[in-house]
């Protein structure tokens, strides 16, 4: 049987939002949250995905269970168990979805096969554990083989998909066909955007609810900015400093960044240089590659690109620990391709450049370095190829910062006129590299859009939004 792993999730109350977000959505989120709770008595809300750490999935969840453990909701989280082959298949799922080959394997019969053995053997380990009446979201393509089993058990399954592509092809039909058999009985759809759902899940059970961010979890919440060379210093990027890099942890305890990056670089960054940041998983359609070789072709090539009177512009790529994410079998494959270029660049560009992996040992840990790492940066790059929703752009926009990001997927939901620049084209990489440099030679359009962009955010993707959709969507469950 599947060894199912419990996330602990501590409570948070939903009155740290309150100064926030205003007196006015704060009350409706408390009207909204009481008769929640009333409704929701007695039955467990469950959440299942394929990780604990590393994307922004489980980055989601840990906020969202929180928030609703502290109404008083018993909301839980449990992470399925898989082997290397259905990590392997889910993952060209994964590509497909978003339109393209991946590792060009096979969704065939073999394949079928062992998703559904694999997902049953989940659904087995959970089975024992639900009643009738309890609600449970699956997460993404691994969990979908899960949906028909609950169901039979008189469990409300939600299925919500946070990937998906604007525009289908051969390969998403392909991708969608392999997962249509699993998803017929379930009770309600949830994609990031309308589009992305497939034309055969029926209108009435489809639900959209962009992502939102937590304002005060460790990747998001303030950090003096006297205190930020401490995290980069500790991380290793630059030389060391007396000082303790301490942020607070999701419980509300003291944490501290105590672990190093690792770090591929010719030396410690330059203090006085401008820093652009891409964080995201080591995953093709981020295109890590694609940022590093339009940088240096862009903004090293034609000479120091530099913000006013400071140093010259530097680039950060920065990704988890390929160990640490446990349904990403492309991860190191991606790594290796961007440390090979980066060891063919010449070294006046290699000193440019760093590549930077976090460790997950401690995902509280982890979230305090991507927030560092953001709050450090003078522009934030996603220059992803294809893309579900992309947290990291408005993580980054939060954090007051102007965003180069390409015109793909819910990327159009966030980089809204005034807050950065959008790419048509993400693989071009000579407008990409032109629009970088015209961005660093314009520091003060840079702050104004910052300014915008963590207004925006507040506005639209601060959590209470998120928690109030779904509330609507259980409350629709559970009075049909």
């Not at 999701?250 to 820093?275: C, H, I, M």
């Not at 006013?308 to 349904?327: H, K, M």
């Not at 000579?430 to 840079?446: Q, S, T, W």
Request: aromatic content about 6%; proline content about 6%; some cysteine.
């Amino acid at each position: 049987m599947a060894q199912l792993l419990d996330v602990d999730v501590s409570a948070r109350s939903q009155e740290v939002l309150a100064p926030l977000i205003g007196g006015d959505r704060f009350s409706r989120l408390q009207a909204v949250s009481d008769a929640s709770r009333d409704r929701l008595a007695g039955r467990v809300v469950w959440n299942v995905n394929s990780t604990a750490a590393g994307g922004g999935v489980a980055e989601m969840l840990r906020f969202l269970v929180g928030y609703i453990r502290g109404d008083g909701v018993d909301a839980r989280w449990v992470v399925m168990d898989g082997d290397p082959a259905f990590y392997a298949i889910t993952k060209r799922i994964h590509n497909r979805i978003h339109g393209v080959q991946g590792d060009g394997g096979a969704l065939g019969p073999a394949e079928a096969a062992h998703y559904r053995g694999v997902t049953a053997a989940n659904a087995a380990a959970l089975l024992p554990r639900v009643s009738p009446g309890d609600v449970v979201l699956l997460h993404d393509p691994q969990t979908s083989g899960l949906a028909p089993h609950l169901a039979q058990a008189q469990v409300k399954v939600v299925w919500r998909c946070h990937i998906g592509a604007d525009r289908t092809n051969a390969w998403a039909e392909e991708a969608w066909e392999f997962l249509r058999p699993h998803l017929g009985l379930c009770d309600a759809f949830v994609f990031s955007r309308r589009a992305y759902a497939p034309a055969w899940v029926p209108a009435e059970r489809l639900w959209v609810i962009a992502p939102s961010i937590d304002p005060f979890s460790p990747k998001n919440q303030p950090i003096p900015d006297a205190q930020l060379p401490l995290f980069l210093s500790t991380m290793g990027l630059t030389s060391p400093q007396a000082g303790r890099a301490r942020f607070t942890r999701a419980d509300g305890t003291a944490g501290e960044v105590t672990r190093p990056a690792t770090v591929v670089s010719e030396g410690p960054l330059d203090p006085d240089g401008a820093l652009v940041v891409q964080v995201s998983r080591w995953d093709h359609l981020k295109d890590m590659h694609g940022v590093m070789t339009g940088f240096a072709s862009g903004v090293v090539g034609p000479g120091d690109r530099r913000v006013g009177s400071t140093g010259a512009a530097q680039l950060v790529l920065v990704g988890p620990s390929v160990e640490g994410v446990a349904d990403d079998p492309e991860g190191a494959a991606v790594l290796a391709q961007c440390i090979a270029s980066w060891e063919a660049l010449p070294l006046r560009t290699r000193r440019r450049i760093r590549l930077v992996t976090l460790p997950m040992v401690d995902v509280d840990e982890n979230a305090a370095m991507v927030n560092a790492l953001q709050r450090s940066a003078a522009i934030v790059v996603q220059k992803s190829l294809a893309e579900g929703f992309g947290l990291t752009v408005v993580e980054g926009m939060w954090k007051g910062k102007p965003v180069l990001a390409s015109r793909v997927g819910g990327i159009v939901d966030q980089v809204v006129p005034g807050t950065g620049v959008l790419l048509d084209d993400p693989s071009d990489l000579d407008a990409y590299g032109d629009a970088l440099a015209g961005l660093l030679d314009r520091p003060a359009d840079c702050a104004r859009m910052g300014d915008n962009a963590h207004r925006f955010v507040l506005q639209e993707f601060v959590g209470d939004r998120q928690l109030l959709q779904y509330a609507a969507l259980l409350e629709h469950l559970l009075s049909t």
